[in-house]
């Protein structure tokens, strides 16, 4: 019997061949997060695709970013059939984290300064925006439409039901939706002030806002079409859907002394997208919030680029600004500046 086992094993290993996939090679594309905004100049940052088996090293995001297009151009054509066009430069690397937070490549409208950044002309709702990038031999192009501003009645902030920590608090809205007109609403947020434990060991703390807006979500009004209805925007995390809440002012111990924890102010983004805008930003909050589930079906995100990859939208856009007090209501808009576009 043990000869037969070895027989029939040597016959197994015998048949084994190598098997060596040639897999093709993925093609270069661009990758455009455009964007364009009532009353603020355009921008676009360009990334390239990386193939999937790509190896990823310590050079790998840096080498991401393009910065040696020829050309980037927006324009609009208005009522008499005249071009309005604007070009987009590079950005210094110093003054694009200054605006952004970040070191990346940035290019915007060369006049860019600090009278007409908050306020700019150029960008209005309404209007269709044409964009053409210029890169690598190949011309990539897209379209968008800023929708006309839909702001919020009014939000407040009070104590969060399913939380035992007193100074977890949502932030609730009441939204009148126009029957007028097809809405498609994306939602962000960012915390401007949010207080820390500085260091584990350490008796202090320390205000850590967030860099740049999350999403919260994206969706169309066909439910709710020109009713008046009660939502709430939870705070978003790093991965999944967004369920986090908003920290009030408290006090906690540590070593034997009480350290005070500053209430969080938060920025909320409400904005009317079009359609084309919509199927790409609710795709990407699909795939976030099944991230690691095993058992999700892979998809492809929808993109408005023509000859690459991306997205390119136009925002109608309305601002808020909300001290996590409870009680607090906020009736009246926030006058953003162009780093809270970011």
């Not at 993925?26 to 676009?44: A, C, L, Q, R, T």
């Not at 700019?120 to 439409?145: A, C, D, P, V």
Request: hydrophobic residues 35%; aromatic residues 12%.
């Amino acid at each position: 019997m043990r000869i037969y086992i070895f027989i029939i094993s040597l016959l197994l290993f015998s048949c084994q061949e190598e098997i060596t996939l040639d897999l093709p090679q993925s093609e270069d594309k661009i990758v455009v997060e455009g964007s364009i905004e009532n009353g603020f100049p355009p921008y676009v940052i360009l990334t390239k695709n990386q193939g999937y088996f790509d190896p990823i090293n310590s050079q790998t995001y840096s080498n991401l970013f393009v910065t040696d297009v020829e050309a980037i151009k927006i324009w609009y054509i208005d009522d008499n059939g005249i071009i309005e066009k604007r070009d987009l430069e590079l950005l210094p690397i110093d003054l694009a984290e200054a605006i952004t937070g970040e070191p990346i490549p940035l290019y915007t409208v060369a006049d860019l300064d600090s009278s007409n950044a908050n306020n700019y002309e150029f960008s209005q709702s309404g209007r269709t925006y044409y964009l053409e990038i210029k890169w690598n031999n190949q011309i990539i192009s897209s379209s968008t439409t800023i929708p006309e501003v839909t702001p919020l009645d009014c939000l407040w902030v009070e104590k969060s039901e399913n939380e035992d920590k007193e100074f977890k608090f949502d932030i609730r809205a009441l939204y009148s939706d126009p029957a007028d007109q097809n809405n498609n609403i994306l939602v962000k947020s960012k915390r401007l002030q949010h207080y820390e434990k500085k260091d584990s060991l350490d008796c202090q703390v320390e205000n850590k806002p967030d860099f740049a807006l999350k999403i919260i979500d994206a969706g169309a009004d066909i439910l709710i079409n020109g009713q008046t209805f009660e939502t709430y925007f939870p705070r978003p995390r790093d991965n999944g859907f967004p369920t986090g809440k908003y920290n009030g002012y408290h006090k906690k111990e540590c070593q034997g002394d009480s350290i005070e924890f500053l209430k969080d102010v938060v920025l909320i983004k409400y904005s009317q997208i079009d359609e084309p805008s919509l199927k790409f930003w609710r795709g990407l909050i699909r795939q976030v919030g099944t991230n690691g589930n095993p058992f999700s079906e892979p998809m492809n995100l929808v993109s408005n680029i023509n000859n690459g990859l991306g997205i390119f939208t136009g925002y109608g856009s309305a601002y808020y600004k909300v001290p996590i007090i409870n009680g607090t209501i906020v009736k009246d808009e926030y006058e953003a500046t162009i780093i809270d576009i970011f």
